[in-house]
């Protein structure tokens, strides 16, 4: 009796009319046929738009309307398969079926040995019918008619080892005239690896097939009709992982809806749509083991061989052979490595099965599989993950255990918020029955940069202890708890700027604290350290992060030395040692990992000062960016955003964009002052200082200088003024005071606009003399916006510093000659400028100097030669000859003597 054919099965899908071209996939199937790779392999779950893919391609190859492919193109047999063709005599007869939609006759032969009462062997069968397919002649009319195309659709439905055998018999020896095309929700057992390493097979797969955001906005517009904004469909990719039937779900129940972005954000697993299909086409295919083994392992982020064994307790097979099961039956599950060792669920796929988990085990059952979960991940180190999953079981005491282990990364801000949000959902009974969680989580918030509500649960928690101690005197650790309660509130006074509080509260830790508790002596001792720097002493806060330091290798706590890391950077900064302070800095954020938390801003801001100073203005401009980000994690009412902010404005400055950096300090002025940050206005004022002067408002500048107290602000004013006398009288006690104290870096500024005034005030020598201690002690920390943001009467003194040693020297080297040019090539060189603007008001001139004239008539009055004039100026001989004679004609006189007493008499000097 002859195999009866179902016809439908041979019909080529025809392609949809409103379909979203995917001419990225169709090049990749188009170069692979052209490559005359044998088989080309589509293997993805279900939902993610094989057959569509497939039809579209063929029907561009085949643009006949013909579905044997009688026309111009590419001739296609195509086979959709069901689990009845898992019959070997079956298969083969729908086989030369689908051939003969191309060649009429061919396989006749088989067809008959088929029908006999005792077919014979499927090899033999299949070698006739390779012969016949050989011996098709090729036509040469149309170029693209070199074969033709068997395309064998829903493979995954056949389940038989003598079909698979059967297909890799014809894979192997497949005649050059045929390609064939798999499409199937999972691998078949075909010899993949041995035709993907002979480059004989093109492949796609989930991730080839995923909607790109371009696709699926598309798909959800154009084809759906939907009007969705970018976002939207943003988030609808990012939730479906781009898988097609998903997008196509949420499409369908998102039609008639007002509120599309509601629906969005709850459009998960569970939604009956999405349900109901992955329940019928994906879950529902799977064996009862298969489906336990997904449930149970669906408490899980990510999978691994070893820990689905460790959830499921004693599973009929390996974790990892079903793992890699799941993989190859394209079950919804994502590789996240290489070596196939961790997986993740498809985000909707994960949502079902946990809902299927609570419809099928108890709530104790569940809580059961996370403390086997959370187990496995501290039996491996991983702190955190165990944690969580302790946290899901709701066992307070494990996750209180795990939490204080010292196993949890609290560097990482992820790991601070997830402990944050558990105490968070406890009741206030469970944290006032254990005042340690009030206290963490007041210390928690802090390392999170959270300031608000830390002194309620502080309080709460001396509350609760006072409760439980009912004035009996405290054992070790109620005193520990005590020290640690102190701790925050010393480390909550250094946030408010107050000193004394948190040089109280820090003593009073090391008081209570058991000496074997490092965290929090680490805490205590890097607190004192913050104390003595408000105060001014340098050195006890370096011995006191010393000392942090030290505890924090000890304890071996990454965040502790995060923290005394950055704080030992900040204080070899302010001694000048910018290299060793950049190399501190890196450490730190090198410790602080892909997500730092905000404890690492002052280590970005540290390397943006380092990189100002070293004229890196575009790194100087990256890591306060950074700083700022970071700063702003911390609570609104912590101010270190204020101080990246004036940051960058001075940037802006040094850049030139002096409006730009006025309307940035004013807003920041404006943030300070409404959040009543006091501290910070003395550092906003110096750099609106800065500003005025550069915009010519040398009155304001005064006023605001005078308001706030900043001498070093208030020398530049003077300065400015053409006041050098009063201008020396503040910064040579101020140079003093610093020398005295040991504030290297303040002492250097002063050194620095001290040379300045000591010129002005024509004690030249004494300047250059100053000028060359300052140079001294800057050349090691490669110092450079220092002397360059002085502008030109630095650049004139460092040119004239250059000279004088070179004059000493004789053409031997000298250590700061490279230091000197260095510095001289980074300033900006003065063009010629037009007339004067600057044109003494008390002169008689009928022609005004030029500001070159100008600057050339002061290095005459210095007693430079003319060559000198030239070198310093970078200008040939000749030019500075007819400069001076310019000069010489609009003052009316002969000589340089005539020049000096008349410009002097002008008021031109």
């Known amino acids: 009796m002859s195999t009866p054919i179902l016809a439908t099965k041979l019909y080529i899908p025809p392609a949809r009319p409103k379909v979203v071209p995917r001419p990225r996939l169709i090049e990749r199937l188009s170069d692979g046929f052209s490559a005359g790779h044998k088989l080309t392999l589509i293997s993805a779950a279900a939902g993610f738009g094989k057959t569509t893919l497939v039809s579209e391609w063929v029907a561009a190859l085949t643009p006949s309307p013909l579905p044997a492919g009688e026309g111009p193109g590419v001739r296609v047999a195509w086979l959709s398969l069901d689990a009845g063709d898992s019959d070997p005599t079956r298969f083969l007869a729908y086989l030369v079926a689908a051939l003969q939609t191309l060649f009429a006759g061919i396989g006749a032969g088989v067809m008959a040995a088929l029908d006999s009462p005792q077919p014979p062997p499927i090899e033999p069968l299949l070698t006739i019918l390779l012969n016949e397919i050989a011996a098709i002649p090729a036509d040469p009319s149309p170029p693209l008619r070199t074969g033709f195309i068997l395309v064998l659709d829903d493979y995954h439905t056949i389940d038989s080892k003598p079909v698979d055998q059967a297909l890799t018999f014809l894979v192997e020896r497949q005649p050059p005239q045929m390609r064939l095309v798999i499409a199937t929700r999972e691998d078949p057992q075909l010899p993949l690896a041995r035709l993907r390493a002979r480059g004989q097979m093109t492949e796609l797969r989930a991730a080839d097939l995923r909607f790109t955001p371009a696709e699926a906005a598309e798909f959800l517009n154009r084809v759906m009709g939907l009007s969705l904004s970018a976002g939207d469909i943003a988030a609808l990719e990012t939730r479906t992982e781009g898988w097609i039937a998903g997008l196509q779900l949420a499409a369908l129940s998102m039609q008639g809806q007002r509120d599309t972005a509601s629906f969005i954000k709850s459009f998960t697993g569970s939604h009956h749509f999405v349900l109901d299909y992955l329940v019928e086409e994906v879950l529902g295919q799977q064996t009862a083991s298969v489906q336990t083994f997904l449930l149970r392992t669906s408490i899980l982020d990510r999978l691994c061989g070893p820990l689905c064994d460790a959830v499921l307790g004693s599973p009929s097979a390996s974790g990892q052979e079903t793992l890699e099961y799941l993989e190859r039956a394209n079950l919804f599950l994502v590789p996240l490595d290489n070596e196939r060792r961790w997986y993740r669920y498809h985000h909707l796929f994960g949502d079902l099965l946990r809902q299927r988990l609570g419809q099928n085990l108890t709530p104790g059952e569940i809580a059961e599989s996370h403390i086997r979960a959370s187990q496995w991940y501290e039996d491996n180190g991983l702190g955190l993950e165990a944690f969580r999953h302790a946290t899901a079981a709701n066992d307070v005491e494990r996750a209180e255990r795990l939490m204080e282990g010292g196993g949890i990364p609290l560097h990482f801000r992820s790991a601070v918020n997830a402990i944050l ?183 970005c801001l540290g390397l943006a000062r380092i990189h100002y100073e070293w004229n890196d203005l575009d790194a100087a401009q990256q890591y306060a960016q950074q700083s700022l980000q970071l700063a702003r994690l911390y609570d609104r009412v912590i101010d270190r955003f204020i101080i990246s902010e004036v940051f960058l404005a001075r940037l802006s400055l040094a850049r030139g964009d002096v409006a730009g950096a006025a309307a940035m300090l004013a807003q920041t002025e404006q943030s300070a002052r409404q959040q009543n940050f006091i501290l910070r206005l003395p550092e906003i004022a110096a750099a609106q200082a800065l500003v005025l002067l550069r915009q010519g408002d040398l009155a304001a500048a005064a006023h605001l200088v005078q308001t706030h107290n900043l001498p070093i602000s208030q020398a530049r004013v003077f300065l400015a003024h053409g006041d050098a006398a009063s201008a020396l009288a503040l910064l040579a006690p101020l140079r003093q005071q610093m020398q005295e104290k040991g504030w290297q870096d303040e002492r250097l500024r002063a050194m620095v606009l001290e040379a300045l005034a000591l010129v002005a005030q024509r004690e030249k020598d004494m300047g250059l003399q100053l000028l060359a201690e300052a140079l001294a002690l800057a050349e090691p920390g490669g110092f450079i916006r220092l002397f360059v943001d002085e502008g030109e009467p630095m650049r004139l003194l460092i040119s004239d510093f250059r000279l004088l040693i070179e004059k000493q020297l004789h053409g031997q080297d000298h250590e700061l000659l490279g230091y000197a040019d260095k510095l001289l090539a980074a300033f900006e060189q003065p063009a010629d400028l037009p007339q004067s603007q600057i044109a003494n008001r008390k002169s008689q001139m009928l022609e005004p100097l030029s500001q070159r004239e100008l600057e050339i008539l002061v290095l005459i009055t210095q007693g430079l030669s003319n060559r000198e004039i030239g070198a310093r100026l970078f200008l040939a001989l000749d030019t500075v000859k007819g400069h001076n004679r310019r000069i010489f004609d609009k003052l009316q006189v002969q000589s340089r003597t005539e020049a000096i007493a008349r410009a002097r008499e002008l008021g031109l000097l």
């Not at 109620?478 to 102190?486: E, F, H, N, P, S």
């Not at 009073?508 to 104390?531: I, Q, V």
Request: proline share 4%.
């Open 421 to 603: 949000a558990w105490l968070a959902s406890l009741p206030k009974s469970a944290l006032d029955a254990r005042p340690l969680l009030w206290v963490r989580s007041a210390t928690m918030a802090l390392t999170a940069g959270l300031t608000t509500g830390v002194e309620d649960k502080l309080q709460a928690a001396e509350a609760a202890l006072a409760a439980a101690l009912k004035n009996a005197e405290p054992d070790p650790q109620t005193r520990d708890l005590i020290g640690q309660i102190a701790c925050a509130r010393a480390t909550l006074a250094i946030t408010r700027y107050q000193p004394e509080a948190v040089a109280t509260q820090a003593r009073r830790a090391l008081e209570y604290l058991l000496p074997g508790n490092l965290r929090f002596r680490f805490t205590a001792n890097w607190a004192l350290s913050a104390a003595y720097l408000f105060q001014g002493d340098r050195a006890a806060a370096g011995r006191a992060i010393a000392e942090a330091l030290s505890i924090s290798q000890a304890s071996m706590s990454m965040f502790s030395t995060i923290l005394a890391t950055s704080h030992m950077g900040r204080l070899q900064e302010l001694d000048n040692q910018l290299q060793r302070a950049a190399e501190t800095y890196r450490r730190v954020l090198q410790l602080a990992g892909d997500q730092p938390g905000p404890s690492a801003n002052d280590a």
